[in-house]
């Protein structure tokens, strides 16, 4: 919408944005057409996404599902403790088989159920999604097989043996190698791969496509590649197990929520970058090459920080707090680069006129419900991107389209 348009759209006196100059009623607290704040320097730490949060907040569910709003957020945080208390009883009861597999496959089951609900791609079906998710835990078995237990086996072998043979000094120095830097670096190339081939594709090739595409690859590689690894679990003849149970119960947590979103969130960075800020994806820039560099390397300290920990006491449960540690950490880089993306893509949309998605008259916003000016990306009250809501949302918002999502 031009400036001409905004003004039409805002009766009485109105404040002309220093960023943009789009035109905004008095009493606005951040411009509707590019998010910047109205009455202070900047806008402080309010996210972009939901700007009842914090940039730098530790807010999971925001953060890989931002087409979420804070109401339907709780309901995901819910379903996902209450899922984890039964698999940890399920761990409890020596049940290994259901627990293991449950705990892979809990994040990115649930990642999938999300991208349903919210029919991200309203004219696109989910199948492509599910392809993604399907094709990268496929490559995740090939890949982890050729590691685990075609090539690398009796290195693996000796890197867990070690522990008992001396300590870090009894450590193949070869095989660390292999696991802590190699494999890290083949794994996020095979997690980047089918969420870069769909980034590609007009549709899909927004910042927080990419992103949805990252994490629900870098979900699917955790889960397949679990598999490959503790099969033993899953053939051995003893289905209950009642031995080492507190060790168990550590591994659990790590494979059902550190791991799995270590390898989501970093994979999510990476696409996301690829797709770039604004409509058309930026593809193999040098910003690109760097988010690929963090996201291997994230996981090569969380691989090798995990088999440093198991020399010492309680490694098992130091372990799943260095995970923790690396989780957070991605966690706030992607609030970051996200926040700053649908900043910055708002003010070159609003340089050159355009209305990749705009809202109606009378909509409201999703997150305080605060009416909506027309021609929005952004509310005028806490400051939340209409652009990152959901297609339930946006269907209530009255929001149409000309570009992909966003």
Not at 3 to 27: F, W
Not at 312 to 337: D, E, N, S, T, Y
């Amino acid at each position: 919408m031009t400036e001409s348009g905004d003004h039409h759209q805002i009766r009485g006196n109105h404040v002309p944005c220093s960023t943009c100059a789009a035109h905004n009623p008095e009493v606005a607290a951040y411009c509707h057409r590019c998010g910047s704040s109205l009455h202070a320097a900047s806008r402080g730490g309010a996210y972009a996404i939901q700007g009842g949060e914090g940039v730098g907040q530790f807010a999971l569910i925001s953060t890989i599902m931002p087409h979420t709003s804070r109401r339907t957020a709780d309901s995901y945080r819910w379903a996902l403790i209450a899922s984890s208390v039964l698999i940890l009883g399920a761990t409890f009861l020596g049940l290994l088989p259901i627990a293991v597999a449950a705990a892979a496959f809990l994040v990115p089951m649930t990642y999938l159920v999300y991208v349903y609900d919210v029919n991200l791609w309203e004219d696109t079906p989910v199948r492509f999604v599910l392809a993604a998710f399907v094709v990268t835990g496929a490559l995740a078995v090939v890949v982890s097989l050729f590691f685990f237990r075609w090539v690398f086996a009796d290195d693996f072998t000796g890197l867990l043996l070690s522990v008992n043979r001396g300590g870090v000094g009894a450590m193949p120095i070869g095989a660390l190698l292999v696991f802590a830097v190699l494999l890290p670096l083949v794994a996020e190339v095979v997690k980047n791969l089918a969420g870069i081939v769909l980034a590609r594709m007009p549709q899909f090739d927004d910042m927080v496509d990419g992103l949805t595409l990252g994490i629900a690859s870098g979900t699917a590689y955790a889960a397949f590649e679990t598999l490959v690894l503790f099969s033993a679990v899953f053939t051995s003849p003893q289905f209950r197990t009642t031995e080492g149970l507190a060790s168990w119960i550590a591994v659990v947590v790590n494979l059902m929520i550190v791991k799995s979103l270590i390898y989501g969130t970093a994979t999510g960075i990476s696409v996301a970058t690829f797709s770039g800020r604004g409509q058309g994806y930026d593809g193999f820039t040098g910003r690109y090459l760097a988010a690929f560099a963090l996201a291997t390397g994230a996981n090569a300290a969380y691989w090798l920080g995990v088999r440093l920990l198991a020399y010492v006491p309680w490694g098992q449960a130091l372990g799943v707090l260095w995970g923790f540690v690396i989780l957070a950490a991605l966690v706030i880089r992607l609030r970051v680069v996200m926040h700053q993306a649908l900043l910055e893509a708002a003010v070159e949309d609003a340089a050159r006129g355009a209305d990749l998605r705009s809202t109606s008259i009378e909509s409201f916003c999703p997150e305080c419900e605060h009416a909506l000016l027309s021609g929005s990306q952004f509310c005028i009250v806490c400051g939340t991107s209409v652009r990152s809501t959901s297609h339930q949302n946006r269907t209530h918002l009255g929001v149409g389209r000309t570009g992909g999502a966003a």
